[in-house]
């Protein structure tokens, strides 16, 4: 009898992994791959029909005209994640915060009182998409500036300027209603770039290529 019931248990055991660790994850799988495709493949981002990124993923972006991401210590890599191995108060993290301070006051011209937080710290992903809304507005100088010389002063920096501002205000988004904090995607920052100039011949058109 004790046998028979421990068989019974097992063989229950054994079918409500199988449910819950096979057949629900593939059948729900299937159902929002087909009815919500964008959210089930990672929110890629397509040019001509080819996924050239992800919205959900930030690169290096190491040109002049493109809007910086918080740091990463994987060096955007996809392929690891993660921030720092030891704590703040470390000697070491804080080497790193002040390295990092130092490059973006150094490269955006700007104070260091107005610097967010966020833009020196590693983020918990090393591929975070989000920047502050400050975050994304202190960098507009430096950016219009780059666009207008790569543009051989066709473009002036206050139209660069307006265009800059206005698709940081556009986009921005909320971690949470009415009192959650504003960020912005720099990927789709740098996506309306890379459109600006294309659209006006600063770039030419296969930029995606």
Do not use: C, W
């Not at 108060?89 to 610097?115: A, G, P, Q």
Request: glycine share 4%; net charge positive; hydrophobic share 40%.
């Amino acid at each position: 009898m004790v046998k028979k019931n421990i068989l019974k248990a097992f063989a229950l055991a054994v079918i409500i992994m199988f449910i819950a660790g096979f057949v629900f994850p593939v059948v729900t799988s299937l159902i929002t791959e087909h009815t919500l495709p964008y959210y089930s493949n990672g929110h890629p981002v397509k040019v001509n029909g080819r996924v050239i990124d992800s919205y959900l993923l930030a690169e290096a972006f190491n040109e002049s005209y493109f809007f910086q991401p918080r740091p990463s210590t994987t060096n955007y890599s996809f392929n690891d994640s993660g921030s720092y191995s030891t704590s703040l108060s470390n000697k070491s993290t804080l080497n790193n915060l002040k390295e990092n301070l130092n490059k973006f006051e150094k490269r955006n011209n700007v104070s260091e009182s107005k610097i967010p937080y966020a833009m020196i710290s590693a983020s918990g992903s090393g591929v975070d998409y989000a920047v502050p809304l400050k975050g994304a507005s202190i960098q507009v100088n430096r950016i219009a500036e780059s666009i207008n010389k790569l543009s051989n002063n066709t473009v002036s920096i206050k139209s660069i300027e307006n265009f800059l501002n206005s698709t940081i205000i556009k986009d921005k988004q909320s971690n949470f209603p009415v009192l959650g904090s504003q960020y912005d995607n720099v990927v789709e920052l740098n996506l309306a770039v890379i459109n600006y100039m294309e659209e006006h011949n600063i770039v030419k058109k296969s930029f995606f290529n």
